[in-house]
C-alpha cells in the first residue's frame, strides 16, 4: 500500500564551536512550509464525520525534539508551524522528532532517546471541543537524522497516526435503505514512535457514527480511525470465523479490536433493521492490525437472502412478512326452505401473515356475475348467474363458485346448503299421557 507522507520542512540554525570551549547557542528564525506530496487522499463525494475537508492535511502545533548522542537537546512548540527555531550545536548529529497535532508535549519528552518508543498520546476526543482530532487536525509523527553545519534546511516526513477507512455500503433489494454507519473500538491511546495497540476497553474512544437520512440505498463512507495494531490470529481462513462468536484467541481479545458496523433499515417483505459487522483487519480473515497511515477500502452488499440466520457478524430483528389468499363463499353453511331463495356472497380475504403467523385480514367483494355458479343436486336446488339458490326439495347440496380471473389461476368455492320442506315440519301423531276430566 502507497504511503501518503506530508514533510515538514523546518531550517536549523548552528553556531561555530569553539577550540577552546563550547560556544553559546544562537537562535536563528527558520522558515517552516508543509506541502503534500502531491495528492490528498480526500475523496470528491464521500462523506466524513470529520467535517474539515483539509483534515487529511491540516496542521495547527508541532512539537519538535532534538536528540544528540542519545540525549534530549533542544526542543520547542509552535502553534505557528512556519516559523520553528531550533537551536543546536555544529557538528553534531541529531535526530530531530517532530508531534504534529497533539498540543504541548514538551513536558512528556523523555530525557534519553531511547524513552521516545515508550511515549504515548491520548486523543482528547475525535469531535468536539478544540482538542479534538477534528479541531487540531490527525495526529502525525516522524524523524530526520541531521548533521549540523552551518546552517540550511531539511524535511521532516511525518506520517498519520490514524488509517483512512473507506466504507461503500449499498442494498441490493427494494425497500431498504442505510440508516447508520458506525465504528466502534477506536483506540485511544498512542505511540507516535512506537507501534500503537490498545490494551483493553479503558483505551478506547466512544463509539463514532455517521446517522444517514434520507432513504439512501447506496453510499460512501468516511472515517479516520486511530492506529491499532492488534496482529494475526492464526488458523483463520473464512471471513465468516473472523468472529468472536467463532474463535476463542478472537473473543479474549474482543475488549481492545477495531470493527465497523452498518445498519439497514427495510419495509416489504422484510421490515425491521439489519446489522452488519465486522473487525478491520490488512485482510477479511486474520489479520486485525490498523496501521496509521493507510486506507482501508470495506465494501459491503446487503441482499435479501439467507437473513433468517442472526450473528453478531449479521444481526437480524426482521419480520417476515407475506400475503396468503382465500377464495371464499358466505355463509359457508346454511339452512333453507322449500320454494324459497338466498343470494350467496363470493370474496376474496387477504391475510397478513408475519413470521408465519397470520395477523389480519381483507376482504374484497366480488361481482357474482363475474362468477360461474352450480349446485351438486339440481333435484333438491337451482342457482342462477346472479348466486341466487332455490330450494327444491328436501336434501343437502353443495354450492360452488367459479372465478377465473384473466392473469391467474382459476379458484373455487364452496358451501353447503341444507333444504328443509316448507311448514312446521313437526310429526303430528299424538301421544297418550293420561286422561283430562273435565267437571
Given at each position: 500500500m502507497k504511503r501518503r507522507i506530508i514533510p515538514i520542512l523546518a531550517m536549523l540554525a548552528c553556531l561555530c564551536a569553539c577550540a577552546e570551549k563550547a560556544a553559546p547557542k544562537e537562535e536563528r528564525a527558520v522558515a517552516v512550509s508543509f506541502t503534500a506530496d502531491g495528492q490528498s487522499l480526500w475523496a470528491v463525494g464521500?462523506?466524513?464525520?470529520?467535517?474539515?475537508?483539509?483534515?487529511?492535511?491540516?496542521?495547527?502545533?508541532?512539537?519538535?525534539?532534538a536528540y544528540t548522542g542519545g540525549a534530549l537537546d533542544a526542543f520547542g512548540y509552535y502553534t505557528s508551524p512556519y516559523s520553528m527555531v531550533l537551536s543546536l550545536v555544529p557538528g553534531?548529529?541529531?535526530?530531530?522528532?517532530?508531534?504534529?497535532?497533539?498540543?504541548?508535549?514538551?513536558?512528556?519528552?523523555?530525557?534519553?532517546?531511547?524513552?521516545?518508543?515508550?511515549?504515548?498520546?491520548?486523543?482528547?476526543?475525535?469531535?468536539?471541543?478544540?482538542?479534538?482530532?477534528?479541531?487540531?487536525g490527525i495526529p502525525?509523527?516522524?524523524?530526520?537524522?541531521?548533521?549540523?553545519?552551518?546552517?540550511?534546511?531539511?524535511?521532516?516526513?511525518?506520517?498519520?497516526?490514524?488509517?483512512?477507512?473507506?466504507?461503500?455500503?449499498?442494498c441490493d433489494w427494494d425497500g431498504a435503505t442505510i440508516s447508520s454507519v458506525t465504528v466502534h473500538g477506536m483506540n485511544g491511546r498512542l505511540r507516535p514512535f512506537g507501534d500503537s495497540a490498545a490494551q483493553g476497553s479503558s483505551d478506547m474512544l466512544p463509539e463514532v457514527e455517521y446517522s444517514v437520512g434520507g432513504g439512501v440505498s447506496a453510499g460512501t463512507y468516511v472515517f479516520y480511525v486511530p492506529e491499532n495494531r492488534q496482529g494475526t490470529?492464526?488458523?483463520?481462513?473464512?471471513?465468516?470465523?473472523?468472529?468472536?462468536?467463532?474463535?476463542?484467541?478472537?473473543?479474549?481479545?474482543?475488549?481492545?479490536?477495531?470493527?465497523?458496523e452498518t445498519s439497514v433499515s427495510t419495509t416489504g417483505t422484510w421490515t425491521g433493521t439489519v446489522t452488519y459487522?465486522?473487525?478491520?483487519?490488512?485482510?477479511?480473515?486474520?489479520?486485525?492490525?490498523?496501521?496509521?497511515?493507510?486506507?482501508?477500502?470495506?465494501?459491503?452488499?446487503?441482499?435479501?437472502?439467507?437473513?433468517?440466520?442472526?450473528?453478531?457478524?449479521?444481526?437480524?430483528?426482521?419480520?417476515?412478512?407475506?400475503?396468503?389468499?382465500?377464495?371464499?363463499?358466505?355463509?359457508?353453511?346454511?339452512t333453507l326452505e322449500v320454494g324459497y331463495t338466498r343470494t350467496y356472497r363470493a370474496f376474496i380475504r387477504t391475510w397478513t401473515v408475519v413470521n408465519g403467523v397470520r395477523t389480519t385480514y381483507?376482504?374484497?367483494?366480488?361481482?357474482?356475475?363475474?362468477?360461474?355458479?352450480?349446485?351438486?343436486?339440481?333435484?333438491?336446488?337451482?342457482?342462477?348467474?346472479?348466486?341466487?339458490?332455490?330450494?327444491?326439495?328436501?336434501?343437502?347440496?353443495?354450492?360452488?363458485?367459479?372465478?377465473?380471473?384473466?392473469?391467474?389461476?382459476?379458484?373455487?368455492?364452496?358451501?353447503?346448503?341444507?333444504?328443509?320442506?316448507?311448514?312446521?315440519?313437526?310429526?303430528?301423531?299424538?301421544?297418550?299421557h293420561g286422561e283430562i276430566i273435565l267437571p
Amino acid at each position: 500500500m502507497k504511503r501518503r507522507i506530508i514533510p515538514i520542512l523546518a531550517m536549523l540554525a548552528c553556531l561555530c564551536a569553539c577550540a577552546e570551549k563550547a560556544a553559546p547557542k544562537e537562535e536563528r528564525a527558520v522558515a517552516v512550509s508543509f506541502t503534500a506530496d502531491g495528492q490528498s487522499l480526500w475523496a470528491v463525494g464521500t462523506r466524513s464525520i470529520l467535517t474539515n475537508p483539509d483534515i487529511e492535511t491540516k496542521v495547527t502545533c508541532v512539537t519538535l525534539a532534538a536528540y544528540t548522542g542519545g540525549a534530549l537537546d533542544a526542543f520547542g512548540y509552535y502553534t505557528s508551524p512556519y516559523s520553528m527555531v531550533l537551536s543546536l550545536v555544529p557538528g553534531r548529529s541529531y535526530t530531530v522528532y517532530a508531534l504534529v497535532n497533539m498540543g504541548d508535549m514538551r513536558s512528556s519528552l523523555p530525557a534519553l532517546e531511547s524513552g521516545l518508543e515508550g511515549l504515548t498520546y491520548t486523543i482528547p476526543s475525535y469531535t468536539g471541543g478544540s482538542t479534538s482530532i477534528d479541531a487540531r487536525g490527525i495526529p502525525m509523527s516522524g524523524s530526520i537524522d541531521y548533521t549540523m553545519g552551518s546552517g540550511g534546511s531539511t524535511v521532516i516526513p511525518v506520517r498519520r497516526l490514524l488509517a483512512k477507512v473507506t466504507a461503500n455500503i449499498s442494498c441490493d433489494w427494494d425497500g431498504a435503505t442505510i440508516s447508520s454507519v458506525t465504528v466502534h473500538g477506536m483506540n485511544g491511546r498512542l505511540r507516535p514512535f512506537g507501534d500503537s495497540a490498545a490494551q483493553g476497553s479503558s483505551d478506547m474512544l466512544p463509539e463514532v457514527e455517521y446517522s444517514v437520512g434520507g432513504g439512501v440505498s447506496a453510499g460512501t463512507y468516511v472515517f479516520y480511525v486511530p492506529e491499532n495494531r492488534q496482529g494475526t490470529v492464526y488458523g483463520i481462513t473464512d471471513s465468516s470465523d473472523k468472529s468472536h462468536e467463532r474463535n476463542a484467541t478472537v473473543n479474549a481479545m474482543r475488549g481492545r479490536l477495531t470493527y465497523l458496523e452498518t445498519s439497514v433499515s427495510t419495509t416489504g417483505t422484510w421490515t425491521g433493521t439489519v446489522t452488519y459487522r465486522s473487525y478491520l483487519g490488512r485482510n477479511a480473515t486474520s489479520d486485525f492490525d490498523i496501521e496509521g497511515n493507510a486506507r482501508y477500502i470495506w465494501s459491503v452488499i446487503f441482499r435479501e437472502d439467507e437473513l433468517q440466520e442472526s450473528t453478531w457478524k449479521r444481526e437480524t430483528d426482521l419480520s417476515f412478512t407475506t400475503y396468503e389468499q382465500e377464495f371464499l363463499l358466505s355463509p359457508a353453511s346454511a339452512t333453507l326452505e322449500v320454494g324459497y331463495t338466498r343470494t350467496y356472497r363470493a370474496f376474496i380475504r387477504t391475510w397478513t401473515v408475519v413470521n408465519g403467523v397470520r395477523t389480519t385480514y381483507t376482504d374484497s367483494v366480488l361481482q357474482n356475475t363475474d362468477l360461474m355458479w352450480r349446485v351438486s343436486n339440481t333435484t333438491k336446488a337451482t342457482i342462477n348467474s346472479a348466486g341466487q339458490v332455490t330450494g327444491v326439495s328436501a336434501g343437502t347440496v353443495t354450492v360452488t363458485a367459479r372465478f377465473e380471473p384473466s392473469e391467474e389461476p382459476a379458484r373455487t368455492a364452496t358451501a353447503s346448503l341444507t333444504i328443509v320442506s316448507s311448514g312446521n315440519n313437526w310429526d303430528d301423531s299424538w301421544d297418550d299421557h293420561g286422561e283430562i276430566i273435565l267437571p
